[in-house]
Every structure is written in structure tokens, then in C-alpha cells.
């Protein structure tokens, strides 16, 4: 069983920062692609970074250049550097992990993100 467990979510004034963490129950180097996604009341979860177990990362256009998704070998934890936050990032945060080996994506538990104007 994979477990995902998240944490470092809050409530933050518009333009300031947060780190979302995600740590994994098993060793980062199967996991194949990790990475965040949101869900913002009322609207379907969105994509938001993503990193392959090759190094390749990707960000939905909404936060290129405020978030920064980064990884701890050691720790088998990623996390989300969020800054210049915005109102609209306002939403449940939740932790990514496909394992092509389960051909299987796990979720963690959502972690609540609220950005005040």
C-alpha cells in the first residue's frame, strides 16, 4: 500500500509564500512521476507540477515562474515552493505519485490552501 502524507498548507496573505511537502511511504526512486495537483471549490482538480523520475518538470502556465517543485532523495519527500501568491491559488492541494510498475496513481490526503486579497 503507497501512502501519501501531506502537510504545510495555511492561510496567507495575497503575495506571500508556502511549502507544500509530500512524503511518500515508499522509496522515491519507484515512483516514475510525482508531483501536485489542486482542486478549488466547485471546479474540477487541475494539474499544477509535475517531475519525472528523469528529471523533467512541468508547470501549469497558472504558476510558471511563482512555483517551484523540488525533491529529497533521502527523505522520499517532494515538495511545492509557492510564492507571489495570488487569491486565485486558493484551493485543496494534493499530492501526486504514479508507479508505472502498479500502472496505478496514488493521491495524498489534500492539504487546504487559502490565499487572502
Known amino acids: 500500500q503507497v501512502q501519501l502524507v501531506e502537510s504545510g498548507g495555511g492561510l496567507v496573505q495575497a503575495g506571500g509564500s508556502l511549502r507544500l511537502s509530500c512524503a511518500a511511504s515508499?522509496?522515491?526512486?519507484?515512483?516514475?512521476?510525482m508531483g501536485w495537483y489542486r482542486q478549488a471549490p466547485g471546479k474540477e482538480r487541475d494539474f499544477v507540477a509535475r517531475?519525472?523520475?528523469?528529471?523533467?518538470?512541468n508547470y501549469a502556465d497558472s504558476v510558471k515562474g511563482r512555483f517551484t517543485l523540488s525533491r529529497d532523495n533521502t527523505q522520499n519527500t517532494w515538495y511545492l515552493q509557492m510564492n507571489n501568491l495570488k487569491p486565485e491559488d486558493t484551493a485543496i492541494y494534493y499530492c501526486n505519485a504514479y508507479l508505472a510498475w502498479t500502472a496505478r496513481n496514488y493521491w495524498g490526503q489534500g492539504t487546504q490552501v487559502n490565499v487572502s486579497s
Open positions: 517531475v519525472t523520475s528523469g528529471g523533467d518538470t
Open positions: 515508499l522509496s522515491i526512486f519507484r515512483i516514475n512521476k
